[in-house]
């Protein structure tokens, strides 16, 4: 009732006849006729009766009062329903500046962004130096960790963290049953390696959260860091990857040497600035 009153004729594409209105908004049997379901049925809906509901009929009612996608899911939740996938609302759509400058006030510690899909959406100055996240390398992060000589010449525990980034990659897929972006780039990584291949035919499936790396960097030596994966509500399709020093370790002191103007020139891959 309450998205209801906020839409006018005008916005659902009806005539207001220039008359004066009692109701504000739209009527019942407006939204009824809008959404292709009887009147007495979007009464009952609106009161909240014991009434069978599906997706269907509720993304039509969505659709007609606008409701963005975070209202859509709660009125699934409202009727009992499993909510759809999270999307990403044209509003919030442009939040990358708002992120580059998060991962950049991470420095001198690693991190970057990627999509659904991991492809490199952006990284810090540290994921470039101590990770070997560069633009000629394979911008999707699980190919380039399979295919990339540079990152598995880092990685000391690159076996052990393999079976965990494929199940990770699996419970990513299932957030998405069906998506082709998603088979697109298991036939691509299964193409190029015949390690992730044997990996993905294990089907585990573990959920992105935190993991301890050891990196063997050829400037610093070994470095023990603590990946994190955060995810943003407003932007469903992308996810934050922080890397931590682990304490009791000296990593925190190298990391930040390697961000001086002195680390920079001795870095792998020194970066602008």
Same mark, same amino acid.
């Given at each position: 009732?309450?998205?209801?009153?906020?839409i006018? &004729?005008?916005?659902? *594409?009806?005539p207001d006849?220039g008359?004066r209105?009692?109701t504000?908004?739209?009527?019942?049997?407006?939204?009824?006729?809008?959404a292709g379901?009887?009147?007495?049925?979007? @009464?009952?809906?609106e009161?909240?009766?014991d009434i069978? %509901?599906?997706p269907q009929v509720?993304?039509? %009612? *969505?659709?007609?009062?606008?409701?963005?996608?975070?209202?859509r899911r709660?009125?699934?939740?409202?009727?009992?329903?499993?909510?759809?996938?999270?999307?990403?609302?044209p509003?919030?759509?442009?939040?990358c500046q708002g992120l580059?400058?998060?991962?950049?006030?991470?420095?001198p510690?690693?991190?970057?962004?990627?999509d659904?899909y991991?492809?490199t959406v952006?990284y810090?100055?540290?994921?470039?130096?101590?990770?070997?996240?560069? &633009?000629?390398?394979?911008?999707?992060?699980?190919i380039?960790?399979?295919?990339d000589?540079?990152?598995?010449?880092l990685?000391?525990?690159?076996?052990?963290?393999a079976?965990?980034?494929?199940?990770q990659?699996?419970?990513?897929c299932s957030?998405?049953p069906g998506?082709e *972006?998603f088979?697109?780039?298991v036939?691509?990584a299964?193409r190029?390696s015949?390690e =992730?291949a044997?990996?993905?035919?294990?089907?585990d499936?573990?959920?992105?959260? @935190?993991?301890?790396?050891?990196?063997?960097? $050829?400037v610093? *030596?070994?470095? =023990?860091?603590?990946?994190?994966?955060?995810? %943003? &509500?407003?932007?469903p399709?992308?996810?934050?990857v922080?890397?931590?020093?682990?304490p009791e370790?000296d990593?925190a002191?190298?990391l930040?040497?390697?961000a001086? $103007?002195?680390?920079?020139?001795?870095?792998?891959y &020194?970066?602008?600035?």
């Amino acid at each position: 009732m309450n998205r209801r009153g906020r839409i006018s &004729p005008t916005d659902a *594409g009806l005539p207001d006849g220039g008359a004066r209105r009692r109701t504000p908004g739209l009527r019942r049997e407006e939204v009824a006729v809008l959404a292709g379901v009887g009147v007495s049925w979007y @009464q009952w809906l609106e009161q909240g009766r014991d009434i069978t %509901v599906s997706p269907q009929v509720l993304d039509s %009612v *969505g659709r007609v009062l606008k409701l963005t996608s975070a209202e859509r899911r709660h009125l699934y939740v409202l009727a009992g329903l499993n909510p759809p996938a999270p999307e990403v609302d044209p509003a919030t759509g442009d939040m990358c500046q708002g992120l580059q400058r998060l991962i950049d006030a991470w420095m001198p510690f690693p991190a970057h962004i990627m999509d659904a899909y991991w492809n490199t959406v952006m990284y810090n100055d540290a994921a470039s130096m101590v990770l070997g996240m560069r &633009p000629e390398i394979v911008q999707n992060c699980l190919i380039a960790f399979f295919t990339d000589p540079v990152y598995r010449s880092l990685a000391r525990d690159w076996d052990a963290v393999a079976a965990k980034v494929v199940a990770q990659y699996r419970a990513a897929c299932s957030e998405r049953p069906g998506d082709e *972006g998603f088979r697109e780039v298991v036939e691509e990584a299964s193409r190029l390696s015949a390690e =992730f291949a044997e990996l993905w035919q294990r089907r585990d499936i573990l959920p992105g959260g @935190q993991m301890e790396k050891e990196f063997q960097h $050829p400037v610093v *030596g070994t470095l =023990f860091v603590e990946s994190t994966q955060l995810r %943003v &509500p407003a932007r469903p399709d992308l996810a934050i990857v922080l890397h931590t020093p682990l304490p009791e370790t000296d990593t925190a002191a190298k990391l930040e040497w390697l961000a001086t $103007p002195e680390g920079r020139r001795g870095s792998m891959y &020194p970066v602008a600035g």
